[in-house]
């Protein structure tokens, strides 16, 4: 009896045993995440983010909140750190879900905000009046005191006046509501009259939003291209992977559900998108990765492109898009997705 209990005493005292593991199991990732390094600037808004921006499109509308927070904590893991959604998406519920993310997680310092406002039928349009309520009642949406880029939506609004605009914006910068400009939907002709505007000392439009992909690539025309460049503008570009047509999972019309998206998709299944999938199966077979990644890595190949806007439907999708900003494209490769989507 006294021989157990001396047993005990010493057991009780060392350090439990390690349990062995098999030779061929996962080596433990511990530390920060590789892509924590991974930064590019965001043009001229002082930001350094990640090549690769989420986006919140489909939180609160085909992706439910709980699903919504782990696609955002599988990006951040993998070294994430710019999120961008609008005030128009699913009424409001997207920015909800990405304020309660940020909140929950203490995130709020890493992340770079993105915002768009203009949609929202709350406050319509970019008047002075409801830019300013959106932009406010986006801040209360998203549980912050500020955005980090504040995206101008001109398609929602094609009367309002620029520089009024402009210089509603200039007001919610000062006031610390908002930090850096963003454009979507304006025409070369407005950026360049933004751009006068900003010589007389209204805030400069720094990032350019365009819907591009390989699809899609008449929507960046050469008048943005030249106006982009000329202004050091950061492109990221929307609709990188065509309502997720480009990551290849549908490629019929069987496949595709009764939905919105449903018919987004069937608009590309069509003799042009089968090509450009076959194009991207044969790129994605070579190097080893995933179509979507291809679509990833096709867009960062094209000049002025800083970081695309991407959404997912599940966690996994992340990992799926992230190796797309590990994959450099070869001058044959861009060449035979450009033939395929002719």
């Known amino acids: ?163 009024d605009t402009l210089a509603t914006a200039e007001w919610l910068i000062e006031s610390g509501k908002a930090r850096a400009l963003g454009a979507f939907g304006y025409t070369a002709a407005q950026l360049v009259e933004a751009r006068i505007y900003a010589s007389a000392g209204y805030p400069r439009i720094s990032v350019l939003d365009v819907p591009f992909n390989i699809l899609r690539r008449h929507e960046f025309d050469d008048d943005l291209r030249l106006v982009a460049g000329a202004q050091d503008m950061a492109v990221t570009p929307s609709h990188a992977l065509e309502h997720g047509f480009l990551a290849g999972r549908h490629r019929t019309r069987q496949t595709a559900s009764l939905t919105v998206r449903g018919a987004q998709l069937a608009a590309s299944m069509n003799r042009r998108g089968t090509r450009t999938l076959r194009a991207l199966d044969a790129v994605g077979t070579e190097l080893g990765v995933p179509d979507a990644a291809v679509a990833v890595a096709w867009l960062l190949a094209q000049r002025l492109v800083t970081a695309p806007i991407i959404n997912a439907f599940a966690p996994q999708h992340i990992d799926e898009l992230v190796q797309g900003v590990g994959v450099r494209l070869s001058r044959a490769h861009l060449a035979d997705i450009a033939r395929a989507a002719e």
């Open 1 to 163: 009896m006294a021989f157990f209990s001396v047993g005990s005493a010493v057991s009780s005292t060392r350090p439990a045993a390690i349990p062995a593991t098999h030779p061929s199991a996962p080596i433990p990732v511990q530390g920060p995440p590789l892509g924590q390094n991974v930064r590019v600037p965001l043009g001229e808004t002082g930001a350094r983010v990640f090549p690769l921006i989420l986006g919140g499109a489909e939180f609160g509308w085909n992706v439910d909140l709980e699903s919504s927070h782990e696609i955002l904590d599988a990006y951040v893991e993998l070294g994430g750190n710019a999120v961008h959604t609008a005030d128009s998406f699913a009424g409001g519920r997207s920015e909800h879900i990405i304020g309660q993310w940020m909140h929950s997680r203490g995130l709020r310092d890493d992340v770079v905000l993105a915002v768009r406002v203009g949609g929202h039928p709350d406050n319509p349009g970019l008047g002075p009046v409801n830019l300013v309520r959106a932009v406010e009642a986006s801040l209360t949406r998203l549980r912050t005191d500020r955005i980090d880029v504040l995206y101008l939506d001109a398609v929602a609004d094609t009367g309002a006046s620029l520089d």
